[in-house]
């Protein structure tokens, strides 16, 4: 197991007003991403539990792009990975902000 | 005075040994070893037939069990490497010398006996290749050969699955070469006559009936987002965009994806009769939604496969088959048409380099190339025009008269950015090279060369290489959608971003493709059981697909 944990300031809060939200499984090569709107809205977290170790610079791109497309402002997102490929991360957080778009 | 007769003379001294162990030309399989050192000579050259998909496994258990100190050094000749006796005679010192084309499930023994140098490895071959080769300097001096029954004249019926077997016949019989066939059941009349008796010498009933591989199942219910996201992508970036009609399908859950996806996405797109009519393709399960909806004129196949031959022999409006309804497959006519009228190829593989050099060879695994190479490759041979072909070759070449420009095939690579336990398709420098110098090959196994490649597809876009003008533009192409990899992170990104201006490369939004619609319930069908339902229960899929 290893973890991660990325912090970025964001130019605008994450779109919607749903407190939380949770997608996908803890499955060999998929991921649970579990998003709570906690936090300060120029500010997110994204908190990693993975597998496998040693793809550290592969999670900070991933999260890097993810960020700046999604703005998710006051976001705390926390990852259970079994080892998902990147594309799969992505999809995956993507599909958690899209959910939390949806109003309270 | 030269004797010009001295290989016919030969010949019927290996018949007439072989008929001590035979009444009339019929053999018992317990006497396949007899026959076999009777007939066959030190250092022959021989073809046991391993096709992709139907093997000749008593044949082989035959030769694997003959006694080397009798029958040694032979040169094997044969498009598959697939049952362990194919490598087995090997170890036995029954054969020394090997020239193949495919090796899927024996991928890893056999880079072991390379590297060990068990194995003396004249090439790996297209099989195109290879059968030209029966006809110049590799012709068999025996062949041995699996069919589904004969008559007692030798008269063969090959079934679905009649693959390589009139090729291995054609070469080795009219070439003073003996041919030896096992089949299921000798009969009284065969259902039809694929191969003509008075070329086949000697036929043995088998102890039990051949074995084929099913190799072009793949279950729906495997399917990932990810492989519908890039399904999507090349039906809208590339199918639509060139109109192709005409085309081959190599192996893979990306293809397999497009198939079940031509039926409801692709409907929507209103592409129906405008893409993928006419296929030279195997019978592939996940093809029945879109036979069923009217999307395919017809299909030419290079074997059968496992649990189609029902629906197929209802369905001759679409298939070739024989006055007795079954399938006729013929491997070499069927990469033919792949490679001259087929107007695109697309295919996965596990590595691609910067110059877009595809390989399936890695460190510990040598698969062989089988026919992507002869239908992933722009035939120079080609002549007549169709629109798909004519654009691409305008794309690749935009000066000089119209009139004498060729068009170019469509070659198109379906990857995933990332193979399964994170290994990256995406490299620097392919391990066939790696390969090649640990072996001693003077060329590495390369399956489809970069300068034939026109399109990458990955789950971040599609790079078209056609509009790529030198070897820095086409690297930062290739870079620009290889994701999160290594060579992808390598990019440099104001150029890939030029490269998206200006259309090299296309990613999901600019195809007007959402990421998150990407959603299992495009499939026409999500499992094995939805498919035998499209095909009215016709379709019978083997035991290890049965999961309900």
Redesign the interface.
Known sequence: MESLTFRHSTTKPAAGTKPMAIIGVVASGNLEVLLERVLPPDSCEIAIETA?GG?G??WE??VADFVARAQPGGLRISINDG?A????VS?RL??GA?LMEASA | MTDWRSEKTARDARIAAGRAHAQGKVVQATSVVDLLEAVLKPGDRVCLEGDNQKQADCLARGLAACDPSKIHDLHMVQSGIVLPEHLDVFETGVAKRLDYSYSGPQGGRIAKMLYGGQIELGAVHTYLELFARYFVDLTPNVALIAGVSADRDGNLYTGPNTEDTPTVVEATAFKNGVVIAQVNEIVEKVPRVDIPGDRIDFVIEADKPFYVEPLFTRDPAAMTETQILIAMMAIKGIYAEYGVRRLNHGIGFGTAAIELLLPTYAEKLGLKGQIATHWALNPHPTLIPAIESGWVKQVHCFGSEVGMDRYIRERSDVFFTGADGSLRSNRAFCQTAGLYACDMFIGATLQIDLAGHSSTVTQNRVAGFGGAPNMGSDPHGRRHPSAAWMKAGHEAEIVGDRALMRGRKLVVQLVETFGDKLVPTFVEKLDALELAKKSGLELAPVMIYGDDVTHIVTEEGIANLLLCRNADEREQAIRGVAGYTEVGRGRDRAMVQALRERGVIRRPEDLGIEPLDADRSLLAAKSIKDLVHWSGGLYEPPARFRNW
């Open positions: 496998i793809y610079d592969v791109a991933v080892g490929r990147p594309d799969t999809l993507a599909q899209r």
